[in-house]
Nanobody
Framework: QVQLVESGGGLVRPGGSLRLSCVATGTIFSISIMGWYRQTPGGGREKVADIRRRGTTDYADSVKGRFTVTRENDANTVYLQMNDLKPEDTTNYYC??????????????WGQGTQVTVSS
């Protein structure tokens, strides 16, 4: 059973920084994409950034130049460094891991979410 455990959310002033961490428990899987999503006002989730095991990254346009996603493959951990935070970044952030080649074909795991609040 895979669980994703997030940490690092909190309250920060506009222009400040936060670093989110997410550890995936269980075995390390060879083909996986780890990333961060956040809740939208409509209740859905939008991708913030993700990263493949080989280091290829993808970012939402709204965070390019401000956020950086990295991962430690041996530790099954993904990070999101968030700089120059804005009030519109306020929401719940979720970690996600997609594993390709599992017995089910593709397995999709989500963390429980961590709240980020940007306010003066």
């Amino acid at each position: 059973q895979v669980q994703l455990v997030e940490s690092g959310g909190g309250l920060v002033r506009p222009g400040g920084s936060l670093r989110l961490s997410c550890v995936a428990t269980g075995t390390i899987f060879s083909i996986s994409i780890m990333g961060w999503y956040r809740q939208t006002p409509g209740g859905g989730r939008e991708k913030v950034a993700d990263i493949r095991r080989r280091g290829t990254t993808d970012y939402a346009d709204s965070v390019k130049g401000r956020f950086t996603v990295t991962r430690e493959n041996d530790a099954n951990t993904v990070y999101l460094q968030m700089n120059d935070l804005k009030p519109e970044d306020t929401t719940n952030y979720y970690c996600r891991e997609i594993r390709v080649g599992t017995p089910d074909g593709v397995s999709d795991y989500w963390g429980q979410g961590t709240q980020v609040t940007v306010s003066s």
